[in-house]
């Protein structure tokens, strides 16, 4: 593995975390799924680098700009994180929602599907009548 190839990678890979995060902000499933893809290619092929004795090859300023770039890419991932972590909390919120409204109707039906205010209870005469 030469500096190139390992400086390649890691930009592809800050690339495709950027059109990840846009992905996650369009709501665009199709494009982050195809990012996901990308992203598990790529980080098969950066663990295949030996980079503890690839460093002792590169110069100080190759070090340098690896150091930088792997920095902003972490600050990519972490805001990548923020925005699933908002994500799940607003579908939480729309589910939870749905859930209470539906809950609320189910309420307002007797056992036997039929509406009823509530205070209207079902009397049925022969049921009364026997008891």
């Known amino acids: 593995m030469i500096y190139n190839e390992v400086l390649e990678a890691y930009k592809e890979l800050e690339s ?12 665009d499933l199709e494009k982050l799924n195809k990012t996901d893809e990308n992203l598990k290619v790529l980080c098969e092929k950066i663990s295949k680098f030996d980079l503890k004795n690839l460093h002792n090859n590169f110069t ?23 925005l699933i972590k908002h994500s799940l909390g ?42």
Not at 69 to 80: A, C, P, V
Not at 114 to 119: F, I, V
């Open 90 to 131: 607003v579908i939480n919120g729309i589910l939870s929602g749905i859930l209470n409204i539906a809950q609320s109707e189910k309420s307002s039906y007797n056992s036997k599907g039929l509406s009823c205010s509530d205070d209207e209870s079902l009397d049925i005469s022969s049921i009364t009548e026997e008891a």
């Open 60 to 82: 100080d300023e190759q070090k340098k700009e690896l150091k930088q770039l792997g920095e902003k890419i972490k600050i990519i991932e972490e805001n990548n994180e923020i």
């Open 16 to 27: 495709n975390l950027i059109a990840k995060k846009e992905a996650i902000i369009k709501k």
